[in-house]
């Protein structure tokens, strides 16, 4: 569930229960939400945020008027929404206003920060300048299952920046949207407040301009130390290079720790979690880990048509859907391999007369070297098996007991588990109406056998590369 679809659906539906004015106001309109967490019990929780302490304790009573009132507009509004109600509660954290705020507009007085030092410009010429991608942006990225904790915490600190979930550790493989969410933050921020420092730095910029520091000598380490430390936001990509370079790890943990205590908001991107970062000091890993570390992962297929069609819509394209499906289906590793593919495609479009069809959009695959995935079934499975044992399909999914079919049947039921997303029953049913707990028991038997049966190991694996081909 999306939160902010939801809440919004909560909210309207709290209309009915709480006066509009002083308590809607207040108690309702302050509410950031950040997150839903749905139970496997199908019951879901709704994580929110609040400025004001009073706000979130009002909220916390279970017994309390907002509690109750909000169970009873969560089952509206997700009924609405989703067309099913959902039994759902608040759960509310306040997190305290910075002391000095980043933004202008809830400042009473002049803003204290933001002021560089003086001479810190020419005395620090040789540190790397931020740039941040202006395409960036929280409005640019499709958000969907894999990426939806991390967009929602990053929205949350690009609107409260400092105060809570310090660091942010945005972790996961390549081209999956890690800089791009980071580099998002900054841009709000800057977009509320031009004045902010907002610092983006790779970690390799950040190892150059330390090992520099240290060549030119004491001033230049302090001009260092001045500009990284007087940042309002800094944001780190790929810390997982940090690994190894205990020098760099000592200023960056001392660096790290300045900024943090000032309440000033840090943003680390990594390719793995700091804890499985080879030869990272413990001390960082357990500070990278203190704030709030949310993983993105792999986009699955209906998100990569989502994400290209955004695209081509930015873009006023026009890719047919066919062409988007086919792209989709086959680029199955990350975002920045889809978007490359694209813009091929979108190249095509432009610069050749003709339209862009299926056949077009294979050919640059091809070049490009992605194979649409051949989608493997039981059927394929169980042909395969039996083409590779030298027996039949209906005997695989007949009732003989002799040992020749039986280890072909239930190697093929064990392929099937393992290489379809289809249940045991339907697995049963496909192999000629068997049971589920049949094929429950011939894939435990299988994976036994694989442990003892060195030549039964090798055949299972000729079958798999086989499929695969
Ligand atoms: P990472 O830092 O994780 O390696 P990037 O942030 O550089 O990945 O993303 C690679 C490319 O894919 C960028 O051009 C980025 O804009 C795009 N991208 C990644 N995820 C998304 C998304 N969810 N929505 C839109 N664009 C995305
Ligand atoms: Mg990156």
């Known amino acids: 569930m999306d939160p902010v679809a939801v809440w919004n659906a909560i909210k309207k539906a709290l209309t009915e229960r709480i006066a509009q004015g002083f308590s809607y106001s207040n108690f309702v309109d302050t509410l950031t939400p950040l997150k839903v967490v749905e139970n496997p019990n199908g019951t879901a929780t709704l994580h929110l945020t609040t400025n004001h302490e009073q706000v979130a304790t009002e909220w916390l009573d279970p017994k309390g008027h907002y509690y109750e009132s909000f169970m009873q507009a969560a089952m509206t509004a997700t009924l609405e929404l989703y067309g099913q109600p959902t039994f759902m509660v608040p759960a509310v954290t306040f997190v305290a206003p910075q002391p000095t705020t980043l933004f202008e507009d809830q400042l009473d007085q002049t803003p204290q920060i933001s002021e560089a030092p003086a001479n810190s410009s020419i005395a620090a010429d040789f540190v790397t300048q931020s740039i941040l991608n202006p395409e960036f942006r929280f409005e640019t990225f499709v958000s969907s299952d894999e990426n939806r904790e991390a967009y929602a915490v990053a929205q949350a600190i690009a609107d409260n920046p400092g105060t809570q979930w310090n660091p942010l550790l945005i972790y996961g493989g390549v081209g999956l949207g890690k800089t791009h969410l980071m580099q998002s933050i900054g841009n709000k921020v800057l977009e509320r407040n031009p004045n902010a420092l907002v610092k983006f730095i790779t970690t390799e910029d950040f190892i150059n301009d330390f090992t520099e520091a240290l060549r030119r000598g004491q001033k230049d380490t302090e001009a260092f130390k001045r500009e990284y430390r007087s940042a309002d936001l800094l944001l780190v990509d790929d810390v997982q290079f940090l690994a190894g370079k205990e020098k760099i790890q000592e200023e960056f943990f001392n660096t790290f720790n300045a900024l943090t205590r000032a309440n000033h908001q840090i943003v680390l991107t990594s390719d793995k979690l700091p804890k499985e970062i080879p030869g990272l000091e413990l001390r960082l890993v357990t500070r990278f880990g203190q704030g709030y570390s949310a993983n993105i992962t792999k986009p699955d297929l209906p998100t990569r048509v989502a994400i290209l069609r955004n ?138 056998a694989i442990e003892n049966d060195a030549m039964l190991a090798d055949q299972v694996q000729k079958i798999r590369e086989e499929l695969s081909n």
Do not use: C, W
């Not at 299926?358 to 079934?377: G, H, P, S, Y």
């Not at 098996?385 to 005997?395: E, H, L, M, P, R």
């Not at 007991?401 to 064990?414: D, F, S």
């Open 311 to 448: 695209k081509s819509d930015q873009e006023k394209l026009n890719i047919p859907n066919d062409v988007i499906d086919e792209i989709a289906a086959a680029v199955d590793t990350n975002v920045r391999d889809l978007e490359g593919v694209f813009n091929q495609v979108a190249g095509k479009l432009r610069f050749a007369s003709k339209p862009v069809t299926v056949e077009t959009a294979r050919d640059i695959l091809e070049t490009m070297n992605f194979k649409r995935q051949r989608a493997i079934t039981i059927p394929i499975i169980q042909e395969t098996v039996a083409k590779f044992f030298g027996t039949t399909v209906i005997d695989l999914k007949g009732k003989k007991r002799n040992k020749e079919i039986v280890v072909p049947r239930q190697i093929a039921m064990y392929l099937s588990r393992e290489l379809t997303q289809d249940s045991l029953p339907q697995i049963g049913r496909a192999f000629g109406g068997k049971d589920h707990t049949t094929v429950m028991h011939s894939t435990e038997k299988i994976d036994i």
